[in-house]
C-alpha cells in the first residue's frame, strides 16, 4: 500500500520549472530515497509535500488524502513531519525543550511531552545533553536532535533533507544506524542525500531527479547501471 | 523506566533552597501591599504607581515581544484605546472606571485580533513598521474625531462616582492609594500570568515561533493563531494599563496615551530590564521611571551642586539649572544607548553573567 502518491507534481517559478511532472508512490513502512544532482528540485518537491509551497500542478496525496492547499502546520499534525537541509534548532531554548516542542503536537501536557522528549533523545543518544542550549550543540549532534524533534512529533511518514549532510563518517552512520532503527518502527521515510553509498545501502527504492524531471525509478541495483542515471551523474561518455 | 524517573533527571535541592524564593515572594507581596498604611508621602505612592503601570505595559509587552519574538512598536495603540474607553465611557456616559476598564481590554482585544490576523502576515521589520503604523493610525483617528474624543483637547475627568466595597464606600479619589492597589493587583496579576504562560504550552510554542518560525510551523504549531494568542494577552493587559492610567491622572489627550514615544518607552522597559524573562519588565520598570524622574525633575544637578561636584553660581551650574531638565530626553536616550551597547542582554542578563561565572569557579 502507497502511503504517499505524488502524481503529476509540478513546480514553476517564474518560467523556471523546478519540478515538472514528478510522479512515484512511497510505499509505507519503506524508506525511498530520492537523489539527483544539485538543483533536480529534491527540496523543492519536500516543500511542495508539506505545504511550504502549493504545487503549481498535480496533486499530493498522502494516507489517502490530498494535501494541496494545506498549511505545513496541519500537514505535521495529520503525521508528514520533514526535517531541514540547513539544520534549524531553536537555538536559545534546552534541547530537551527543543523536542518538547515536536511533542506538544500531540499533547497539550508538559509532563507528558517532557516524558515523550526524554525518549526521543534516547533513541537519538542525546539525553545526557538534554538541558543544554541547542546552540551550543556540534553539528552532528544539532542532526540527531533535529531527528529527535521530528520523531516526537509521532509521524507516519518522515522526510529527511540531508540528514548526513557536512557530517564525518562516524556521525553519518550514528544517523543510518538511526534511520534504519526508524524503519523498524514502522514509520515510511523518504531520504535525500548526496552520498551514493549511504543511500544505496538505506534505500528500498530510489526515485532520481534531474533538472527537476523524474529520470528514474527502481531498487538502488537498478538505479546504479541504469545509464541515464550515469549520465546525469558523471556526464556523458565522449 | 518510570515518568517519575524521567521528570526528576536532576538530583533533589535540599528542601531550604527550593522553598526560600517562595517565601522571599510572599513577604515581598505582603510587604508591597502594607506599603499605603506605612508611607504618608504620596509624591513615593504616585511613583509606585507609575512603576506599577509601566511592570504592565513592559510585561504585557514582554509576552509578544519577548517571548513570541513579534516586535511591535505600536503598543501605545492598545494603551489608548484601554485609556479612551474607559474615560469615555466615564466622561460621556457616566459609566464607573471599574465597568470601563472590562470594555477598554474588550476593545483592546477586539482590535488586537483585527490588527494581527493583517499584520502578521508580515515579517520581522516589515512587521515592527507596520506595528508603527497602525499604532499611529489611532494617534490621527483620536485626534481628529473631535465629536468623539475631543480631539487634541483631550478628556478630562470632572468626578468619579463613589465605589462601595464589602460596605466600606471610597469616594476620595485624589488619595493615591486605591489606585495604588489597582495598579498593584494588575501589576502582579501580569506578572503571574507571564509565569504560568511560560510553564505552558503557550510557552513553548511563542518561544519556538521567536527561534525559528518556518521549524515551529513544520512542527505543527498554527503561527498566526499562536501568534494572536500572544498579542491578545499583551493587548488586554496593556489596556489595563492605560485605563488604570487614564483614571489615575484624570486626563488624556492622544499626545499623552497614543504617542509613538510611549510605544518606544514600553519597548524600552523590556530592553533595560531583560528580554525574554519574567523579572526583565519589573526590573527595567524599577530602573527607568525613577531615572526619567531624576531627569525630568533636574534632581541630577541638584544632586552634582548639593555634593560640591558643580558650584552653583558658576557658569556650568546656572547652565545645568537652566537647561538641563529641558536636555532630559537626550540623557535618557543616551544611557538607553550605553545599556544596549554594554548590556545586550538588558540589566538581568548582565547580572546573571557575573553570577553564574562566579557560580561556574
New interface residues.
Partial sequence: MAILEIRHVSKFFGGLAANSDVSFDVPEGRIMGLIGPNGAGKTTLFNCM?G?YPPSRGEVIFDGRRMNGL???RV??LGM??T?QKV??????PVL?NV???A??RT?S??R???MA??QLRVVRLDHK??LLAGALPIGERKRLEVA??LA?QPKLLLFDEVMGGLNPAESEEIIQLILEIRRTGVTQVVIEHDMKSIMRLSDRIVVLSSGEKLAEGSPREIVENPEVIEAYLGAEQ | MT?EA??K??PARSVLATLAPKVAIVLLIAALFAVPRFVESTYALHMMILIFINIIVGSSWNILGGYTGQYSVGHSAYFGVGAYTVMMLLQFRQIAPWWGIWAGSLAALMVAVIIGSICFRLRGPYFVLASIAVAEIFRVTALNLKNVTNGAEGILVTEIPPLVIGGRVITDWFSKVPFYYVGLVFALLIVGVTWSVK???LG??F??IR??Q??????????TFYKNVALGISAVFTALAGGLYGTYVGFIDPSTVLPLDLSVQIVMICIIGGIGTISGPVIGALVLVPLSEVLRSNMLTEWLIKAGVVNAESPIGLFMKEHLSQAHMLIYGVLVVIVILYMPRGILGFVSRFTTRRAGA
Fill in positions: 508539506t511550504y498549511k505545513p502546520d505535521c499534525k513531519a520533514r531541514w534549524r534548532p531553536l537555538t536559545n531554548l525543550d518538547m516542542v515536536g506538544l503536537c497539550s508538559i509532563r511531552a517532557r516524558a526524554h525518549e538534554a538541558s524533534r521530528v512529533t | 515518568t524521567i521528570s533527571p536532576f510553564k505552558s504550552k513553548y510554542y518561544q519556538a527561534e525559528d518556518d521549524a515551529a510551523h513544520s512542527l505543527g504549531i498554527n503561527l
